[in-house]
């Protein structure tokens, strides 16, 4: 059953796709307590309850005993004393005395205290009391938590699903500066086959940071360049940022101060500063404002490019020119010929604190239907808008056809819009732990199309941290490899172990078939392509406790490797299981191996995953870039005791038409009696074999 609740009077966020009456029942579950404008909900936990749910977020799959933040952040230290990331995903599931799913539909800051400051006991708390509050609860035995999510996504919309060659290996780094470097990329790759379908260009392409334009001594002839990359197929993904740059003459600024498109301060345009100086911040609130903005990416649509990546969209200052102004008047008035450490520390602290400060949010407005809100109330829609605005450019552009769209800040709504990489983390053993964890979160409120930054985006990558990332993100739908500038360069071709790499890359493109099917399934069916193991095991205690292992779809169970030098790591079967083993001669090995704890031996140049029972694999060709080629011949690797079957999903990987029922094809296999496995139908593919 679905239920909305309603208080006070929320702003419209576009999360929900679905117009469901408000019900005039009693909030279920909850204890309710208002003080001035605030409002708690509380909820006493049981104490084997778990709680899911929050999306993108630090700790692990199971939130209970922390206390996190939904503001949208530019946080560059995903460790476990934070509390907000960079997306405001405000849905949880409980799942013990009662189980159900609540989601509140709320723009401005929350705090979910889960089980933190009282063990037994969540509190959640808002600033003002205007939302929705969405209850979702199931009638069945056994199936509830997908059923939870699958009603959840159903009620927030279809997620965002990008072209096929989003699904290759991409290769991106803050540091390519021209033109020549980004030839050398994808040189080095094509020489040396690694498979790569995608390079990214970071701010440096700009002239001066400035949002759609081009460097022009650094790439002269960006559209020559575009075609020379797609002749070796291909694509180039700029990186557009929130802010547009202060600076007389510059076309998007002028126009956008014209036509009052620009958030306003108390004092005129709001103004703060990142990469490009001063800058002032589009009100994607405003529709006319927000399609303006949408508009300016056709500039580098007519260039061929097909691809974007949206950044600095929480909206992240480095500071508002208030607190510049502030700094400066401190140190103004200093005696600088008495300066002593007393004088340093003052400046230094007044400095620490002008980043992405929030109480300069509620300095700034937002124009929303002609009532002027500040920008607190309504900073977690900031990024979701701004993607929302390409998107809807995107498609009038060209309606039929897919483009790659993704985001760093979101809210759930935005899903349907991009997906999402998991902002600046870094090259640590731990981050590779925190993408599995997740994962399966973000899955539940729709970011399908997500990925961390391949082997870190700061600080120094080893080469067996290297693997380690790689064979675990071959399963992740957005596999690219980004760092900062400054930190070890980490492209596949610079380490001695790159051929051991490669073969990993190698299979990600065998995968493709299989991964694209459970994607596309995933996203028009409303289901998860990642899921804990305690989704589908949810009468195994062990199971449900399990936080570094998951399932992808129905079929494959992944336990990466994320410590060094081990030799490989413990795991719990919640079933006998097939194990493969991608060996790095290119062989597959594949054994059963019972229900139960094991330690896996997983040399750093293999890779390990498991299939269920009477499930299958379906691998694809090796390939250098996502093309026809892959579905030329499948390999069918399966752990069958009498049948299975699988709908594989196979399309143009480009159009919108997704539903065609030509693009479902089953497959089936049996035992014979002679305890061979067979195909018994072959969805239409005449070369496939099985690898027993
Ligand atoms: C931000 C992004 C990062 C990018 C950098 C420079 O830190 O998260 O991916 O490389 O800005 O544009």
Request: with cysteine.
């Amino acid at each position: 059953m679905l239920e909305r609740f309603q208080f006070g009077t929320p702003i419209k966020t576009g999360a929900v796709v679905e117009e469901i009456s408000i019900s005039n029942k009693e909030l279920p579950f909850f204890e309710i307590k208002k003080e001035e404008n605030k409002i708690h909900f509380l909820y006493s936990l049981g104490d084997k309850d778990k709680i899911y749910g929050l999306g993108e977020q630090i700790r692990g799959i199971n939130k209970r005993g922390w206390t996190y933040t939904s503001y949208c952040a530019d946080e560059g230290y995903h460790t476990e004393g934070r509390h907000s990331l960079y997306g405001a995903h405000n849905f949880l599931i409980i799942n013990g005395k009662d189980t159900f799913l609540v989601f509140f539909d709320y723009p401005g800051k929350i705090i979910f205290d889960l089980g933190y400051t009282h063990a037994n006991e969540i509190e959640i708390t808002m600033e003002y009391a205007d939302m929705d509050c969405y209850i979702i609860t199931e009638d069945i035995e056994h199936g509830k938590l997908e059923k939870l999510v699958n009603d959840f996504r159903h009620l927030i919309g279809r997620s965002y699903i990008p072209p096929l060659w989003a699904f290759g290996y991409q290769q991106s780094r803050w540091g390519y500066k021209n033109e020549k470097d980004i030839l050398e990329v994808m040189q080095k790759h094509r020489e040396q086959k690694i498979p790569l379908d995608a390079i990214y260009l970071d701010i440096d392409y700009m002239e001066r940071f400035k949002d759609f334009t081009i460097h022009p001594e650094r790439f002269p002839d960006m559209k020559k360049l575009v075609e020379t990359l797609k002749k070796e197929h291909i694509h180039l993904v700029p990186i557009i940022d929130a802010g547009v740059k202060v600076e007389k003459g510059y076309s998007v600024y002028e126009e956008g101060v014209e036509k009052g498109y620009f958030c306003e301060g108390e004092e005129g345009i709001f103004t703060a500063g990142v990469w490009p100086g001063f800058v002032h911040f589009t009100d994607f609130m405003n529709p006319e404002a927000s399609k303006w903005f949408g508009n300016q990416y056709k500039t580098l649509f007519e260039m061929g490019i097909e691809g974007f990546w949206n950044d600095m969209n929480e909206p992240s200052m480095f500071y508002s020119l208030e607190g510049l102004k502030e700094v400066c008047e401190v140190a103004s008035q200093m005696d600088w010929e008495n300066f002593d450490l007393n004088h340093f520390l003052t400046l230094q602290a007044k400095v620490n604190v002008i980043a992405n400060k929030e109480e300069d949010h509620k300095h700034f407005y937002h124009n929303i239907e002609g009532q002027k809100i500040p920008h607190n109330k309504v900073h977690n829609l900031y990024g979701y808008y701004m993607t929302r605005a390409a998107k809807m450019a995107m498609e009038e552009y060209d309606e039929k056809k897919r483009m790659l769209l993704f985001s760093r800040s979101s809210y759930i709504g935005m899903h349907r819009y991009g997906g999402i990489w998991t902002g600046d983390n870094k090259s640590w053993w731990s981050h590779i732990k925190l993408l599995v964890q997740m994962m399966p979160s973000l899955n539940m409120c729709g970011f399908l199309y997500t990925g961390a930054d391949i082997a870190g985006f700061s600080d120094d990558v080893t080469q067996d941290l290297m693997a380690r990332w790689m064979a675990f993100t071959i399963f992740v739908p957005l596999m690219r490899n980004h760092s900062e500038v400054g930190a070890r360069r980490q492209e596949v071709y610079q380490f001695d172990n790159c051929k051991e790499i490669s073969n990993f890359i190698k299979f990600r493109y065998r995968l493709i078939p299989f991964l694209y099917s459970e994607f596309i399934k995933s996203a028009l069916w409303n289901q998860m392509y990642m899921k804990p193991l305690s989704f589908s095991f949810e009468n195994d205690e062990m199971a449900c406790s399990v936080e570094d292992e998951i399932l992808l779809g129905d079929t494959l169970l992944l336990a990466p490797v994320y410590e060094q030098n081990a030799l490989g790591r413990y795991i719990y079967l919640p079933e006998d299981m097939k194990e493969v083993r991608l060996k790095a001669d290119g062989k597959i090995e594949q054994k059963v191996v019972e229900k139960g704890h094991h330690y896996l031996e997983v040399p750093e140049e293999e890779l390990v995953f498991f299939i269920r029972k009477n499930k299958m694999l379906i691998l694809g060709e090796e390939a250098e870039w996502t093309d026809e080629k892959i579905y030329e011949k499948l390999t069918i690797i399966a752990y069958i005791e009498d049948k299975c079957e699988y709908v594989l999903y196979q399309d143009d990987g480009i159009s919108t038409e997704y539903e065609k029922p030509e693009h479902f094809k089953k497959i089936c296999v049996e035992r014979n009696e002679n305890g061979e496995i067979v195909v018994t139908e072959n969805g239409g593919f005449s070369d496939i074999h099985i690898l027993e």
